[in-house]
């Protein structure tokens, strides 16, 4: 019986009735050991009609055992894997080893396949989780509850939070129940349900009901000595009637609490004790594993019987569930250590019955005293299967204990190894460069020495040490270059990387530089090209002569297609150096590229990179409205996969766009999320400097835009003078620098940066680079010979890509030909400018031009700019109709796809959705686009 917790109560019906509406919602319990919380799951689920309930239970022995959490809630609803889009349904399949458990059937033993789509992608399972209750939730609403959150294995944990932080309109209500003082569900953005103890009125009621005898005293006693704890009032009285009246000394209260459970569970027969130690030891309830378990401590039904008649545990159907998490913990922790290690090692004979090898090595793991080869391998086996199913967090573990009960020095050096990567993978850089530090003087094999270097370089660029990621890195590149000379390459290639953002450093990157060019691969090499590529990248910063160099079109080509062949990490290095080189369209198909890659193979946590680089180059050329897209789903799905370089870079990107369009608010905004990324698992600053150099340079150019030019001219000089002025953020500023000099009547200031911008731009040898630059000289150019320079530049721009930029040169050409006295041909170079603005929505641009042009004679121009600050500006081609304008980037991805044809199945599985969610979002942009049916999309998207 719940006693109070009216609150409480309440707020849990809302979410059921919410759901019943086809509302989602999720909840965190959290509160002492006895506080309620299990109490109220149980409420919820009493609660919970016309709703289809799951629960788990986090088991504190079974905590490293990979997807056990979540196999124990989804269990019930695993018929539904054939609906999920393929990526998703093979994750699931991996992670509950049903492929594994098929080719057994079948004879076969299909092997672990990395590369398989999805294969190790540790958020793709939380989208997984997410389909699949989501596909659940169709034959009406559901109730997930998992009790002791704080035992969930990592990678439960990791995939529950993710499908937790996006629901949306499934129908689906998840309740979470997490101890004080766990990390589990902190920092999630979850909302939380604080518990603290019982009203002193609801507290004696308690007692009331447990012993309606109890003195006066030893009540008072009670309530001042539990704080309200329900669980310690309903357990306690009993032990205090055994000690007298009086409690135990003083101790904690969850441990007077499990000395309560103790006292219960040694007043058992001894057998019933061994049955339930083996219930406590193992992590599914199984009564058919118990029982085989239990029969090697000489236990049985007869046992089973009596601790159900002790209220310990209860059965139904054929699970066992203890009556508190703590009656487990006591049953666990009170029996001695040979007796836990007999229940380990009687566990591991009764999974070996069921060929259950994962758990069967766990339990063996658990039971060995000393070094065991046979054990060793065993538990590394399940770690290795682990990282190819996506628990890397349990591979960590894993191949960390099979190091430590190796026999064999070599093998223990290399299972260290493969944790420290592991644990890298699984989102604990730090807790795998304390490892590995520890593990190098012991390992002397090159090859192994460089991995253990590479994963101290990883944790260094978490914390910002770029220097001395960079230092490890070349160390790890010199070991194995004699024998690897393209991982060696690889290793460079990011030692470069480290150099490259490290602040003022020119000889870090040339000596990375030269460091890469003593590998000498071969030219049929296809990382050849890629090397080529960062070494055209890097001779413009260090004044180096490309004379010798192949032509950059022929190794931007080729770096691409070898890019592509190699994966992810290299073509995002491939993206990178080309954006430094200007080149905007290819990034932008790279770009897509990616994009397009990672959803067809269910590479959810490369999507950010892909999405990241997207929102850059559509906003840089143009594509505005592609741009708001890719980075509203960008920044989403880099929170979730806890990437806040890619959040940072992404919101640095959104806020140049804001900027363009005059949304001071917005803008302001994103430039805080870009310069404030930090890791949600380390809390270390992880945020990207470029992301930061491009809000930094956003801000700027919103103060240009109003007429701020001092602020303006303050920003850029701290931008392009500043530690990371060799970058390419920075040498892109320099423009709106020259421009703002220029207003001030300061033009010899920028004499210095507007020289390094031409050899910049003079290297990478675009048009639009070009152009900008024909339009600095026409700025810093007296007298007439300016106009040759603007009409060079207006010639330069290409009409297709970048029209803010190109109104912007007619912009400063209408007024130069005014103040000229020119007024004529200002207005036509004025009018122009301002079509432009208004088609893109630049709202302080479209004022200025506005302004010259009424001095330059002419009135009356109508204005389309928009004001509202939710307004979305379309492209330069004008391409959404006025009421396609209003909607939400989530909206505008939704309505296009649906366009283009796609089912909302389909549409939810691109982009990591529930089907009811995407209708949701349809439903709600019909009325904004003015129609009432999906048929009528046509008419009114692009």
Not at 30 to 55: M, Q, S, Y
Not at 387 to 395: I, S
Not at 547 to 565: H, I, K, N, Q, Y
Not at 698 to 718: I, W
Request: hydrophobic letters at 45%; charged letters at 25%.
């Amino acid at each position: 019986m719940l006693v109070g917790r009216e609150a409480e109560r309440a707020r849990i019906d809302a979410l059921l009735d919410d759901a019943r509406a086809g509302v989602s919602a999720a909840l965190v319990l959290r509160g002492e050991p006895g506080i309620g919380k299990t109490a109220l799951l149980d409420h919820a689920a009493e609660r919970a009609a016309g709703l289809r309930v799951l629960r788990a239970a986090g088991v504190e022995s079974e905590a490293e055992l990979p997807f056990a959490g979540l196999h124990q809630l989804l269990r019930p609803v695993l018929g539904r894997l054939p609906a999920l889009p393929g990526p998703q349904r093979q994750a699931l399949e991996g992670a509950f080893g049903l492929r594994t458990i098929l080719g057994t059937i079948l004879g076969t033993t299909p092997a672990a396949d990395p590369g398989a789509p999805g294969g190790g992608d540790r958020f793709l399972l939380g989208a997984s989780v997410l389909s699949l209750l989501a596909e659940a939730a169709e034959d009406g609403p559901l109730l997930c509850l998992v009790d002791d959150a704080q035992w969930l294995d990592p990678t439960s944990a990791q995939a529950l939070v993710f499908a937790a932080r996006r629901l949306d309109r499934e129908g689906v209500v998840a309740v979470f129940a997490v101890r004080d003082h766990s990390d589990v569900f902190s920092r999630t953005g979850l909302p939380e349900l604080p518990l603290t103890g019982l009203d002193d009125d609801s507290a004696l009621g308690l007692l009331s009901s447990v012993d309606a005898e109890l003195p006066g005293a030893v009540r008072e006693e009670l309530l001042a000595q539990t704080g309200g704890n329900p669980l310690a009032l309903r357990e306690l009285p009993a032990l205090m009637r055994s000690a007298r009246g009086r409690l135990p000394g003083p101790m904690p209260l969850t441990s007077r609490v499990l000395d309560a459970f103790h006292h219960r569970i040694r007043a058992l027969p001894a057998s019933a004790r061994a049955f339930l130690l083996a219930a406590a030891a193992d992590d599914t309830g199984e009564v058919a594993v118990v029982l085989r378990a239990a029969a090697e401590l000489g236990a049985g039904l007869d046992d089973l019987q009596a601790v159900e008649e002790h209220r310990l545990v209860s059965l139904a159907g054929d699970v066992l569930a203890f009556g508190h998490p703590l009656i487990r913990a006591a049953a666990y922790h009170g029996a001695p250590l040979a007796q836990r290690l007999a229940a380990h090692t009687a566990l591991a004979a009764a999974y070996s019955a069921q060929h259950d090898t994962d758990r069967r090595a766990w339990h063996l793991a658990a039971a060995a005293t000393g070094p065991d080869e046979a054990v060793a391998e065993a538990l590394a086996a399940a770690a290795g299967r682990a990282a190819a199913r996506g628990g890397h967090h349990a591979a960590a573990t894993g191949y960390e204990r099979a190091a430590r009960l190796s026999a064999d020095p070599a093998a223990a050096a290399l299972r260290t190894a493969l944790a420290c990567e592991a644990g890298v993978h699984s989102g604990q850089p730090q807790w795998a460069r304390v490892r590995a530090e520890h593990a190098a003087p012991h390992v002397d094999e090159p090859s192994l020495r460089a991995r253990l270097l590479e994963v101290r370089a990883a944790a260094a660029f978490g914390q910002g040490d770029l220097r001395g990621a960079h230092h490890l890195l070349a160390e790890g590149a010199a070991l194995v270059a004699p024998r690897d000379r393209g991982r060696a390459g690889w290793m460079l290639m990011r030692a470069v990387h480290a150099a490259w953002a490290t602040p003022t450093d020119r000889a870090l990157i040339a000596a990375s530089v030269d460091e890469l060019e003593t590998l000498d691969l071969p030219a049929d090499d296809p990382l050849t090209s890629v090397f080529w590529l960062a070494r055209w990248a890097m001779a413009v910063p260090l004044r180096r002569d490309t004379a010798g160099f192949p032509p950059l079109d022929t190794v931007l080509a080729r770096a691409r297609s070898a890019g592509t062949e190699a994966g992810p990490r290299a073509l995002v290095e491939v993206a990178s150096r080309a954006f430094v080189l200007g080149r905007d369209e290819e990034v932008a198909d790279i770009a897509a590229g990616l994009v397009t890659d990672a959803r067809a193979r269910g590479m959810l946590s490369a999507l950010p990179a892909g999405l990241g680089y997207a929102t850059l180059t559509q906003a840089l050329l143009g594509r505005h409205r592609d741009a708001l897209v890719s980075g509203d789903e960008g920044m989403r799905i880099a929170r979730d996969t806890d990437q806040p370089l890619w959040e940072s870079y992404t919101a640095g990107a959104l806020a140049h766009l804001a900027a363009v369009r005059g949304d001071e608010a917005g803008c302001r905004e994103f430039a805080e999320t870009a310069g404030a990324g930090r890791s949600a698992s380390s809390g270390s600053p992880a945020g990207s400097l470029a992301g930061l150099a491009t809000a930094q340079a956003a801000l700027a150019l919103l103060d240009l835009g109003y007429g701020r030019v001092q602020a303006a001219f303050d920003r850029l000089v701290s931008l392009v003078e500043g530690p990371q002025g060799h970058q390419n953020v920075p040498v892109r500023s320099v423009p709106d620098l020259t421009e703002a000099a220029v207003r001030l009547g300061r033009p010899d200031d920028v004499a210095a940066p507007l020289a390094t911008y031409a050899t910049w731009a003079d290297a990478v040898r675009r048009p639009w680079s070009d152009a900008l630059l024909a339009r600095c000289r026409a700025l810093t150019t007296p007298g007439p010979d300016a106009e040759r320079h603007f009409l060079r530049a207006l010639d330069l721009h290409d009409p297709r890509h970048r029209p803010f930029d190109r109104a912007r040169t007619e912009l400063s050409f209408g007024e130069w030909l005014r103040r000229g006295r020119r007024r004529s041909d200002a207005r036509g170079r004025l009018a122009s400018a301002l079509r432009t603005f208004e088609e893109i929505g630049a709202r302080p641009w479209v004022e200025r031009a506005r302004a010259e042009l009424g001095a330059a004679g002419h009135a009356g121009h109508a204005v389309n700019a928009g004001g509202d600050r939710d307004a979305r500006p379309g492209n330069s081609a004008g391409r959404a109709g006025e009421a396609g304008v209003r909607l939400t980037p989530q909206e505008l991805q939704i309505t296009e796809l649906a366009a283009s044809g796609l089912s909302n199945r389909d549409i939810a599985a691109r982009l990591y959705l529930s089907p009811r969610t995407v209708a949701y979002h349809l439903y709600k942009a019909y009325p904004k686009l003015g129609i009432s049916s999906r048929g009528e999309l046509g008419r009114v998207s692009p």
